[in-house]
């Protein structure tokens, strides 16, 4: 087995035996051979260290127009609205359909200044990078909790040297799969992010555990192992509207030249903050820092490796501040996934999304993470919800 800065990565991901392989077993009425994860590649959940960047296709890599889809944005939308008229969505569902700007769905009317949340590029701002048709990456994630207004995202590495580990952030890591020619009744378009022992920061309450997203067409599963809270299921269905993000996402978010300097000299940065209250944006560029004012931050950044343009980080808000002993402590306003070897390679669907193709959304619990039904409570001060991409436009100050 690999080793990655000096850590043998954890397999319960993928272990024969654990409780989300027999999970998903018995809700597909497999038995355990026909699900033996112990066929998977290790590399389904290896991770590789800070600052170490592979390629094996760069040239699919390099900046270019946007690609033709065959299935338009507005399809989403249609159908979440006839859905809604129908009466088949109900209450639960339209709560799980989340403000994303253009990124993973249309359905949601976000406050864009364009119909289509996109952002025309300037005089001197560069072409957009537009995704491989697939690829893999392993990164490192910091979380960000002390000294974070002053030392604003991107990263060109870890966090700045006035920052110590431990104690302003901590370090973990996951990997990233995504196709986006898969097809199937859902949609189109399929991506996993796994999270190593730590699990995405954007719900109130502590993140000590591992999880998955899988994005299937529109349909988004959530997928937790033996580490999982005792509340958690193994599996359940986080959105019906919530696609992969499309190889031309970026035309989404706004560039920053100050974002781009601060990848170095050949970056490329695309941010804003948001207001939880309303769901506007209100500042593009990620400096200065709008925690304090209920702001919620989205960014992503491009880097050229070898002359080709490639991800380099993807940098956000998680939930600001969570209670301990009665008092806000801040927890991850923050957050910073740097890109570690990027490779353009096709992920292979025995170790990514067969693990979910086969379950019924419909027969799945719905994942409770933005309002989860334990003691664990996250809060922006005394009396007053954390802001979280799940309520944005839903409330809070």
């Not at 170490?52 to 944005?73: F, I, L, N, V």
């Not at 993973?104 to 491989?132: K, Q």
């Amino acid at each position: 087995m690999m080793e990655f800065n000096g850590k043998k990565p954890v397999m319960r991901a993928w272990l024969k035996g654990s409780a989300a392989a027999i999970a998903i077993a018995a809700l597909t009425g497999c038995g355990e051979a026909e699900t033996d994860a112990s066929q998977i590649n290790e590399a389904s959940s290896q991770t590789a260290p800070a600052g170490q960047t592979e390629r094996t296709d760069a040239a699919d890599t390099s900046a270019g127009a946007a690609p033709a889809t065959t299935a338009e944005a507005r399809e989403t939308t249609d159908a979440q609205a006839a859905a809604t008229d129908s009466g088949e969505i109900g209450a639960a569902e339209q709560a799980a359909v989340y403000q994303t700007y253009g990124v993973h769905n249309e359905g949601t009317a976000p406050p864009c200044d364009n119909a289509d949340c996109t952002y025309p590029r300037g005089p001197g701002e560069p072409e957009n990078p537009v995704w491989p048709e697939h690829w893999v990456s392993g990164w490192t994630m910091y979380r960000v909790f002390n000294k974070w207004a002053d030392n604003p995202p991107p990263y060109p590495g870890r966090p700045p040297a006035d920052l110590t580990e431990g104690t302003d952030y901590e370090v973990s890591y996951g990997r990233t799969y995504y196709d986006s020619n898969w097809t199937g009744d859902s949609g189109e378009g399929a991506m996993m992010e796994h999270y190593e022992d730590k699990c995405l920061p954007i719900f109130p309450f502590d993140n000590s555990y591992s999880c998955s997203f899988i994005s299937l067409g529109n349909t988004a599963f959530f997928v937790t192992y033996d580490d999982r809270p005792d509340w958690m299921p193994p599996v359940c269905l986080f959105s019906k509207f919530n696609h992969p993000p499309r190889r031309d996402f970026i035309k989404h978010l706004p560039y920053d030249a100050a974002d781009s300097a601060r990848i170095g000299p050949d970056g490329q940065g695309y941010s804003f903050w948001v207001s939880h209250a309303d769901g506007r944006v209100i500042q593009t560029g990620a400096a200065p820092d709008r925690t304090a004012d209920a702001g919620i931050l989205f960014g992503y950044g491009f880097d050229a490796v070898d002359g080709e343009v490639m991800p380099q980080s993807f940098y956000f808000s998680g939930v600001p501040y969570l209670v301990e002993n009665g008092q806000p402590t801040p927890f991850a306003p923050i957050v910073s996934q740097n890109y570690t070897d990027f490779q353009v390679v096709q992920p292979d669907p025995a170790e990514t999304w067969d693990l979910v193709n086969a379950l019924d959304p419909d027969t799945l619990p719905l994942c409770q993470l933005f309002d989860p039904p334990s003691h664990a409570t996250a809060m922006l001060g005394d009396a007053e919800p954390a802001p979280t991409w799940g309520t944005i436009g839903r409330g809070g100050r």
